[in-house]
């Protein structure tokens, strides 16, 4: 399998981390797409991904897979345990209910505010609104909150056992220290969250 990705950024942590959780980072050809200088918008790429995101995962019969929720999910199903992604219908229903907030409310707002009130990617930027950056700033402030909240009396989002959204909500806090968002000083249960993923293996793979 490979994986075309761009290490700096969060959505590749996200599928960088999902395969060293199920031991599959040896299976996994890691190759560079460089995304500041457009490669991610140049013909041989968007014929894996029309979209001309990273990362996109090809596997073994050249089958591409983009979307970060659907190369994890794919990566989950190939290994045995540990599952990211839920065993029961309940435990899948709460952990993609989650991962989505997750997104929404930390890793993509942070992601807006980093496209529209900042630099961004500069030239590559087709459009900013900077209004919308500076709002979206504030839900990911708001969403930091709302985790903390979550993570209350627990050792990751889902309880004991460290699933997607905990690698989701990760990756965003990492694009938060980034852009000198920082997270609120009253949120200590993320923040002792933060520290404990951190010292998982897979957070520097």
Not at 64 to 85: F, Q, R
Request: charged residues 25%; aromatic residues 8%; proline residues 5%.
């Amino acid at each position: 399998m490979k994986i075309y990705e761009f290490r700096a950024f969060p959505n590749p942590l996200r599928a960088r981390m999902a395969a060293a959780e199920k031991g599959l980072t040896d299976r996994i050809e890691f190759i560079q797409v460089d995304v500041p200088n457009g490669e991610h918008k140049r013909p041989e790429f968007l014929q894996l991904n029309p979209v001309g995101k990273v990362p996109v995962l090809v596997l073994d019969d050249g089958t591409a897979i983009a979307e970060c929720t659907a190369i994890t999910e794919y990566l989950d199903h190939s290994a045995g345990t540990p599952v990211l992604t839920g065993e029961t219908a309940q435990q899948r229903a709460q952990i993609h209910m989650l991962q989505r907030r997750a997104e929404a409310l930390v890793l993509d707002a942070a992601s807006d505010y980093f496209h529209h009130a900042t630099v961004g990617l500069g030239k590559l930027e087709p459009i900013q609104i900077k209004e919308w950056g500076e709002y979206q700033r504030q839900v990911a402030i708001r969403g930091m909150h709302y985790f903390d909240s979550v993570l209350r009396g627990r050792r990751y989002v889902m309880g004991e056992q460290l699933t997607m959204p905990d690698i989701t909500l990760f990756a965003g806090l990492a694009l938060i220290d980034l852009l000198q968002i920082g997270i609120p000083e009253t949120c200590t249960n993320l923040r002792d969250w933060r520290d404990r993923v951190g010292q998982r293996p897979s957070a520097s793979a």
